[in-house]
């Protein structure tokens, strides 16, 4: 059989790049991705991925051309990249149940979020914030795919050990934050998030990152003048997988 070529789309990162190393590939801003056939079909259905909950990874994986390291990418440029699979997949038209009732998203119209690009400094993840109550400066970065199963690792690791306990909330604040008071150890971050983090400035810290962090804005008004967020999960792609 003769060789058939797929037809392939360059999709531009929220992030623009910024924050890899010069050296990453990802640092381009862009990422090239195939469109979807029964392969991905396969995978999404996959029941093994399904359990263990990488299949939007491995669904990634295998329609990527770039040569990336999918460990790398922060969760905003991989949201862009799970849109843009489902468009190119299945089209712009994304139908969900809300209140009982079925709305139809144009996923086309989904724009990439404004960052403030003057507090990046070229190929380093890491940005600056004051806690509000306390005023003390700390540093933060966004968590790339890596430290994000490394985080999972040790949140299940814990829960075995004190069954009753929910570590979710402070043991991602100890991987997000990089520095306090310019201190870079990583027991005193640890410390300093278990004794001293005010439930408030946890709160001020986490909602500046979440209005800031490079990402699509998945949030839509629907036809009842409803804002909602846009859950991407296994249904995103095929709501009967």
């Known amino acids: 059989m003769a060789e058939f070529k797929f037809p392939t789309e360059e999709i531009e990162l929220p992030s623009k790049g910024l924050i890899y190393p010069k050296d990453n590939p ?15 079909e396969d995978i999404l259905t996959n029941s093994s991925f399904i359990k263990k909950g990488n299949v939007l990874d491995k669904l990634l994986e295998s329609v990527i051309i770039s040569k990336i390291n999918m460990d790398d990418l922060i969760v905003g440029d991989k ?3 799970l849109i843009a699979t489902r468009i190119l997949g ?25 960052f403030d690009e003057s507090q990046i400094t070229q190929g ?13 400066p700390i540093t933060y970065k966004i968590l790339t795919g890596k430290d994000e199963k490394k985080l999972e690792k040790e949140i299940e690791g814990i829960k075995r050990i004190k069954k009753d306990s929910n570590p979710s909330l402070s043991t991602r604040l100890k991987y997000i934050i990089t520095s306090v008071n310019g201190d870079t ?12 983090l005010l439930a408030k400035d946890s709160k001020a810290l986490r909602d500046h990152i979440k209005e800031t962090q490079p990402d699509v804005d998945l949030n839509v008004i629907i036809d009842s003048g409803q804002e909602v967020r846009i859950p991407i999960g296994l249904g995103f792609f095929w709501p009967d997988a």
């Open 185 to 196: 150890e990583r027991k005193d971050i640890n410390e300093f998030v278990d004794g001293y």
């Open 90 to 114: 299945y089209g712009s038209q994304y139908e969900v149940e809300i209140n009982g009732e079925k709305e139809t998203i144009d996923l086309s119209q989904l724009e990439n979020k404004e």
């Open 79 to 81: 949201n862009a990249l």
């Open 26 to 40: 990802l640092s381009s801003g862009k990422v090239e991705i195939k469109y979807m056939t029964a392969k991905e």
């Open 124 to 136: 380093l993840n890491e940005f600056q914030f004051t806690l509000p109550h306390t005023q003390t």
